[in-house]
């Protein structure tokens, strides 16, 4: 890391605590870490990654409960990923790690047109492949490095683009029910990880494979948020807590809500009301 002056110091101080404070609180409002857990943190190389398992491995310290952290990657065999960036620093940071190598980089481009998107079935990939080696090695929790922006841009996603209502969850069962993922980022600010990202040096490893596709429908809704911060400052953050305010009943699903049940549940309180009435006449 680069030596700071004093005030910048300061400012990286607040920083980190900030994204200590609000991975900390994440944690314990969905309780995503159990006394011993061994969590398989998924390691890209990218700044939300290295960030999350920093921060994992700061509160690993002072955690009231015990849990083990090992640090995964997977090599996708992109053309010219520098194999020895993740070993070398994990090395030195001293954290229990693997690599695991996968061809997926010729089947995404084999399966997928040119000038399409990769990220789909890359992402399917590579989930099968992780949630199979967090079975291999005994991980009770996979931690991924999604932040609040990447929550808030999947639901505008789903709702522009999939005809749905829904976000990235901060903790999810998957679909198998044999692996349990969380989202200790959920709360953090991607402007506040990149900064620190950058503050601390770590040795980003660009997506060569899609992160070059700027015509992705997430760049897009990326670039509408960003815009609406700049022009409504606040209005991110209010989203967000909408995401934790969410009123079935003012939707239109009836698969979690009982619109049918409505006249059974009005003519129940009506008769509760007229019972406590008589209740109260008889006791004058």
């Not at 841009?153 to 993922?181: H, Q, V």
């Not at 070059?212 to 670039?223: A, C, G, M």
Request: charged fraction near 25%; aromatic fraction near 8%.
């Amino acid at each position: 890391m680069q030596e700071l002056l004093p005030k910048a110091r300061k400012e990286f101080n607040k920083l980190q605590k900030r994204l200590r404070r609000e991975t900390g609180q994440a944690i314990a409002d969905f309780n995503m870490i159990q006394d011993g857990d061994k969590v398989m943190v998924c390691l890209s190389g990218g700044k939300d990654s290295y960030t999350l398992l920093h921060i994992l491995m700061g509160l690993q310290k002072s955690a009231p409960v015990h849990f083990d952290l090992v640090a995964v990657n997977l090599d996708q065999k992109q053309p010219g990923f520098p194999e020895h960036v993740l070993p070398n620093y994990l090395e030195q940071l001293g954290v229990p790690y693997y690599i695991l190598e996968k061809d997926t980089y010729s089947i995404v481009k084999e399966k997928i047109p040119e000038g399409k998107t990769t990220c789909g079935l890359c992402s399917r990939l590579r989930r099968g492949t992780l949630y199979g080696f967090a079975e291999e090695i005994g991980a009770t929790k996979i931690a991924l490095g999604h932040h609040r922006d990447d929550l808030l841009e999947t639901l505008f996603l789903n709702l522009f683009f999939g005809g749905s209502l829904k976000a990235m969850p901060p903790k999810l069962l998957s679909d198998d029910l044999k692996n349990i993922l969380i989202r200790p980022l959920a709360y953090c600010r991607e402007r506040d990880i990149a900064e620190f990202a950058t503050l601390m040096e770590f040795p980003i490893i660009p997506c060569n494979l899609c992160g070059s596709q700027e015509n992705l429908q997430r760049q897009v809704i990326k670039e509408m948020l960003q815009d609406w911060e700049k022009r409504f400052p606040g209005r991110i953050e209010t989203m967000f807590n909408a995401l934790q305010n969410v009123a079935p009943s003012q939707l239109a699903d009836t698969r979690i809500f009982d619109f049918a049940g409505l006249e059974a549940q009005r003519e129940k309180a009506l008769s509760n009301r007229i019972n406590l009435l008589d209740a109260l006449v008889t006791e004058a």
